[in-house]
């Protein structure tokens, strides 16, 4: 089969690859026809990881069934599904409670596992025609019958809306409040797309790129663009002083100024600034454990300098981590379903797999009008 492979630091390539297939009896292949590229690939791709060379990218994933492991009872041959990004076994004790992104079998030794993904287990990614899903019964969100017309929307629900969404409940956002999102990328834009429909009164988005920041318009949030003036002091401008009662990273530890210069404690502290307090902080952006190449002593040891007198002296209260995509994605699926949300507004462009090393390098610089991709193998 056709897999999109890892060769080194800003080189991808499609490649011919063993084709996926069954190897236990829990296990589901599926046919990809929607994979999307994430923020999180771009990290692998900017060789800012571990990744090995010939890795299969691609977490984003929606396809039809082709053929079931002899174990699996409620998925068949020609169901339309969307894979979360976490590969779960459905039954440990994090999975028991619904922290699917923590599995503690999937990749033993560590906790949680990932399609196409360093230090996430061995799975191979689904930038690909087939991919083979474990536990398929676990994994599987079954797709209703406008799933081939609305597949833009569907395969928003394999990571970054259920992740933006996870942003606002790890931050505690409740009906009325206000809250400052970090971060106008997909994951970004889909926790202030989230926030609105949880009745926030007021969604403020961080960013620098006209175009991100003109979808943050669209969507009827307010754009806050930190190469104009200082983010901390426009949110307080936009909350008469008070800072907002929620925020959201949806950076990662590459935040930068406009101009590139990278500070890994920059949202964060921002956000500290930026919150009222007694509010929360939900941070979905990615901190590493190490980054051996990082320019200060700090970052390559995965610290940051952070403002925990601030956070202390303002009560604040703060959650984090890798999005457990299952907790929501059933709900997210059927407002799709009712035509109550659109998630597809931010696609920007949809491409043959073969054109996959372009998308990465226009993705990769942020150019203008690319915010989110979706490959169709
Ligand atoms: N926790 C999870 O489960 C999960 C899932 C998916 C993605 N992620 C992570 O979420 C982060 C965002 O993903 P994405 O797909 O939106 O990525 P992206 O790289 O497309 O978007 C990041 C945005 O942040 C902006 N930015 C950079 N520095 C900034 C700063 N100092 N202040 C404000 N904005 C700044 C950039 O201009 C860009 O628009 C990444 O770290 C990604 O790995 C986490
Ligand atoms: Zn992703
Ligand atoms: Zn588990």
């Avoid at 890795?55 to 894979?83: K, P, Q, Y």
């Avoid at 799975?123 to 609305?150: H, T």
């Avoid at 890994?264 to 007694?278: D, E, F, K, W, Y």
């Amino acid at each position: 089969m056709k897999a999109l492979v890892y060769q080194g630091e800003r080189d991808v390539a499609v490649r011919e690859v063993p084709d996926a297939r069954i190897e236990e009896p829990t296990d589901v292949l599926i046919k990809v026809t929607a994979t999307s590229i994430c923020g999180s690939d771009l990290h692998m791709y900017e060789g800012r990881t571990d990744v090995e060379p010939g890795t299969v990218f691609g977490h984003e994933n929606l396809g039809e069934v082709v053929e079931v492991g002899d174990a699996v009872v409620r998925i068949r041959a020609g169901d339309r599904v969307c894979i979360p990004f976490n590969i779960a076994c459905g039954f440990c004790r994090n999975c028991d409670r619904g922290l699917t992104g923590s599995c503690l079998t999937v990749s033993p030794g560590m906790d949680g596992g990932a399609y196409g993904y360093t230090g996430m287990g061995p799975y191979r990614g689904g930038q690909a025609e087939l991919l083979r899903v474990p536990f398929g019964d676990v994994n599987c969100l079954k797709l209703p019958e406008d799933s081939i017309e609305r597949e833009l929307d569907y395969v928003m629900l394999a990571d970054i809306w259920p992740t933006g969404y996870h942003a606002t409940q790890l931050a505690g956002l409740e009906p009325g409040d206000s809250i400052v999102i970090y971060g106008a990328g997909p994951v970004g834009l889909m926790a202030a797309y989230s926030a609105t429909l949880l009745g926030a009164a007021n969604v403020m988005v961080v960013d620098r790129l006209p175009d991100r920041l003109a979808l943050v318009e669209k969507i009827g949030a307010t754009p806050v663009d930190d190469s104009a003036a200082d983010p901390v002091e426009q949110v307080m401008d936009l909350t008469r002083g008070a800072g907002a009662d929620r925020g959201c990273e949806c950076v990662g530890w590459q935040a930068h100024d406009p101009d590139g210069t990278e500070h890994p404690n920059q949202t964060m502290n921002r956000l500290v600034g930026s919150v009222r307090a007694t509010g929360g902080i939900g941070v979905v952006g990615v901190f590493v454990p190490e980054d051996p190449g990082a320019p200060d002593r700090l970052a390559r040891e995965g610290q940051i300098a952070f403002d925990l007198g601030a956070f202390f002296q303002k009560s604040l209260h703060m959650a984090s981590g890798q999005a457990h995509v299952k907790r929501y994605n059933r709900q997210l699926r059927d407002l799709i379903a009712a035509d109550r949300a659109r998630p597809s507004f931010l696609v920007s462009h949809q491409l043959p797999l073969n054109e996959a090393p372009q998308a990465y390098r226009h993705f990769d610089d942020r150019d203008r009008g690319w915010t989110k991709v979706v490959l169709r193998p």
